[in-house]
């Protein structure tokens, strides 16, 4: 709710609504007022040019009327009033049983200066419930305006959630993600469908190109080794066994390339078994020992309470070795399987990566420079980085030792509750 703008705006327009709703309420009610005084002025001033002070010198509940030099008697709020030409004035208590009084000097029909005055009791009251009424129904607009607003902000906000939501997943590689508008009612069911549009002909431009990639690769694997056949009969010679090694590197590429391609092809939950993270890291260690020892490395596990998930084995077998042979390649000399909770990876001691180059390294293809030196394909981290989007994993990289010189590298699947 902090951080939505469109519920902050609805208050917004709100509070506005409601501040302005009060000064037109403050302006009515004075411009009222005055208009009230002087229609009164106009009254008083009518009363005292028809009377004779000499026949109706006197004082009633209802009228005042007195010569302007026999004031005595009267509250003092009626000489001041006297002396200033008239006004309004409001008493302490009661005189003639009203506290509010309107005040006029003006001239009887003898032209002899007077002081009228009339009650005002009844038209503040008028005032008083005519303020109530208004009061009453500002505050009620105004409360159902912020609950009308609010609401209208919460569903704009939720609409604007399912797209930002929608664009988080596509960010992360799910190309199948939508927003699920199919009506278009206001301009945010435009931008929602248009996401929908731009994000259906991405998957068909990425799927075409993975189709692309591998029917090249799988194309190419005939001829591949139709030229692997013919090297195999040339003499033996270092020119043959260089060739031989270029066509099984070229032959490794294209194999890698394919089984990418299925990795990601593949939907749903189709293969998916119940994986002991635990038992997974024993055999890995049984398997790989004997390869990290005669790397002249060593191979250690940290397991930790490791739990277990929903996956396809074989993959988060390709996975895991894919790591391995690249902690082999460009790691220390010291090898860690690590299985914690819902967790699995591969951490190293060796140089590790800039963690600014982290997102590069898992993308298909991208080689660092630091790498360049050494054997690989490129495709060893996008494959896991496949294998984890396939089982809705999160795929984290991070130094292996966290403080200090931040050296090693600790590449970690992250199971999501599946």
């Known amino acids: 709710m902090r951080r939505s703008s469109m519920v902050r705006l609805s208050l917004l327009l709100s509070v506005i609504f409601a501040l302005g709703m009060a000064a037109t309420i403050f302006v009515a009610l004075a411009l009222g007022q005055n208009a009230v005084e002087r229609r009164v002025d106009t009254t008083l001033e009518a009363l005292a040019s028809t009377a004779l002070l000499e026949s109706a ?27 200033r030409g008239g006004g309004t004035i409001e008493l302490e208590r009661n005189y003639l049983r009203s506290d509010i009084w309107r005040v006029l ?54 609409r604007l959630a399912r797209v930002n939501k929608t664009l988080t997943q596509l960010a992360a590689g799910d190309l199948t993600a939508r927003t699920g508008h199919a009506r278009s009612r206001d301009d945010l069911d435009d931008i929602a469908r248009q996401l929908d549009r731009t994000a259906a002909e991405l998957e068909s431009l990425v799927a075409q190109t993975r189709n692309l990639s591998a029917s090249l690769a799988h194309d190419l694997r005939t001829p591949l080794a139709r030229l692997r056949s013919r090297l195999e009969m040339l003499p033996e010679g270092d020119e043959r066994s260089a060739a031989l090694e270029e066509a099984s590197h070229l032959s490794g590429v294209f194999d890698t390339i394919m089984r990418v391609a299925r990795i990601e092809a593949g939907q749903g939950r189709d293969g998916f078994t119940e994986v002991p993270l635990g038992d997974l890291i024993t055999e890995l260690e049984e398997i790989f020992g004997p390869v990290v020892e005669d790397d002249g490395k060593v191979l250690k596990v940290a397991l930790s309470a490791p739990a277990t998930v929903q996956g396809d084995r074989q993959m988060l077998v390709q996975a895991m070795a894919n790591l391995i042979q690249n902690a082999l390649v460009h790691g220390g000399d010291e090898i860690t399987l690590i299985g914690r909770s819902r967790s699995i990876g591969v951490a190293d001691n060796g140089p590790g990566v800039d963690p600014s180059e982290y997102g590069e390294i898992i993308k298909p293809m991208v080689r660092l420079d630091s790498a360049r030196s050494t054997e690989g394909t490129g495709l060893g981290l996008g494959l896991v980085r496949a294998v984890a989007d396939r089982h809705l994993a999160h795929l984290s990289l991070a130094p292996q030792n966290a403080g200090g010189d931040k050296r090693g590298l600790r590449v970690m699947l992250n199971f999501a509750d599946l």
Do not use: C, H, N, Y
């Open 57 to 83: 010198k006197g004082e009633s509940p209802s009228m005042i009327l007195r010569g302007t030099d026999d004031l005595a008697g009267l509250p003092l709020p009626f000489q001041r009033a006297a002396a």
């Open 105 to 158: 000097i003006s001239e009887d029909s003898a032209g002899t200066p007077v002081m009228v005055a009339v009650s005002l009791e009844d038209s503040e009251q008028a005032q008083e419930l005519l303020a109530g009424i208004l009061w009453s129904t500002a505050g009620l607009v105004i409360a159902i305006t912020l609950a009308i607003g609010s609401f209208a902000g919460v569903l704009a906000q939720r």
